[in-house]
């Protein structure tokens, strides 16, 4: 990662990736954040610069680090067949947004169990029962195809 | 009617055509400064109205306009941004002032202004505007790209340049002989340099001291310091000016982003007035005479501008696409050529066709920088037949 002051605005942070476009963000001193993005054609110019607020940024954040997390305890459940891990976003809809998570009974009618919760940009490691969820948060679990099916139907409403 | 019936009245309406200006100025996405200059010619000396009554007020407000626009430049920036910009652009900014201060400083030589003419002019194409520039970066949605840290090193050091000019252009302004002038010189950097070293080291005391959880006990601290320090530092012929930007650099963190919230509608209110000012204070019949002048001097600087810009970015490495955007975002010239014209203007040691000429230099490069640097890039590329890809 690399950053770069803006004297008199903020600072830019940013990752130059394999295809050589630069990805990253611009932190003004006020705390707004843009999303930026560069050209292929011209590195140095910006095809998007678009501006999030601060729980857009978080739960962006959440969506990108779900993956790395599930890859992780994949590789770590490897040797048990049949399971699997999987991150499952909650819609605004979902009935158990605003509730504890022990009142979605996952474990006990599914066998799936709730492993972490990715939210604005942080992951929450083993949530206890009472747990508050909230809308765009991004759950992990890890469970058989069936219960995974059955927790995420659960989740989200249907 | 009596004097300050006379003078309400005046200001009234002064401020209500300054809202309908800056409305049409946000309209057209550009800044408000060359129409407020437009709006003090038409009220001021051979203007549509002449507007007398307000001549002490516009004064002293005008004055803490300067102060205010100084202390807000401060506060924008830290110490530590202006030592390490200091350290890493210096080769930019030694040749920004180069080219860009001759242009001026040979315009003056020929109108027959002498050596405080040509440190006057130089001054004023010599600084580009930072404020038109910001919004320039943000509104066309640059801040992320890769020429622009290098565009805001060169204004940083453009604006910390100036706390060492004004000073030495108050001595010379004042008359002072060759040694005073150096005297102002060796004074002013070791003003310069002990703020900021008291500001690297101590800028959270002297921001805790300052602050105060009470908005209006803040605002209140913020003004009187503000003035109190300009006051001094006028006094040791340093510069009100100077002495209030030294005080915003020293304000550091949470205290500094908000003085800036704090002072910005003030700000607003009396750096308008000092725009209108210098405008009523500028014959609208002297202009006409000296049009072709600040045009010629617009695109001379416009140029050196834009080979300080270019020339910049290629030292970072940037593409040539990269190296015209910087150079373009350069060209504005806006409130601190004011601010210099205004302080050589007040002082009387100065022909009265530099205000004329650089109002319409300002008019000029303020309204056509903004519009360079969006067009500039997919003019060229049309003209070189390699379009733009958008992926």
Known sequence: MEETPLPGIGVRRELVLDSGRRVGIVIHRDGETELIVSKLDDPDACLASIPLSVQEAATLGSLLGGPQLVAQLSEEHRELPGIRTMQVPLTRNSPFAGRSLGDAHIRSSTGASIVAIARAGEILPSPAP????????VLVIVGTDEGLAAATAILNGS | MGGTTVALLELGIIFL??????????RMGMSPVPLYLLGGLAFGHGGLIEFGGIAEFGHIA?????????????????AKELVTGLGQSWPAGLADLVLSFTPGAVMALMFGWGGVGAMVLGGVTYISSSGIAAKVLTDLGRLGNRETPTVLSILVLEDLAMAVYLPILTAVLAGASFLGGLQAVGISLLVVSAVLLLALRHGHRISSWIH?????TFLLRLIGAALLVAGIASTLQVSAAVGSFLLGIAISGSTAENA???????????????FVVFGLNTDPATIPPVLGWAVLL??????TKMATGSWAARRSGIGRWG??????????RGEFSIVIAGLAVASGAIDGQLAALVTAYVMLTAVAGPVVARFAEPLVRRLVREPEIAR
Do not use: K, N
């Open chain 2, 260 to 274: 800036v919230r704090v002072l910005e509608p003030l700000r607003d209110v009396f750096a308008a007035m000092f």
């Open chain 2, 17 to 26: 055509g300054l809202g309908l200006l800056g409305r049409i100025a946000a």
């Open chain 2, 323 to 332: 190296q015209l955007r910087a150079g373009t975002t350069l060209i504005a």
């Open chain 2, 298 to 303: 617009a695109l001379a600087t416009a140029a």
């Open chain 2, 62 to 78: 005008s004055e803490i306009g300067v102060v205010l626009l100084l202390l807000m430049l401060g506060l924008e920036y830290t």
């Open chain 2, 212 to 216: 105060s959880p009470d908005q209006e």
């Open chain 1, 130 to 137: 009472s747990e508050e969820l909230l809308a765009e948060d």
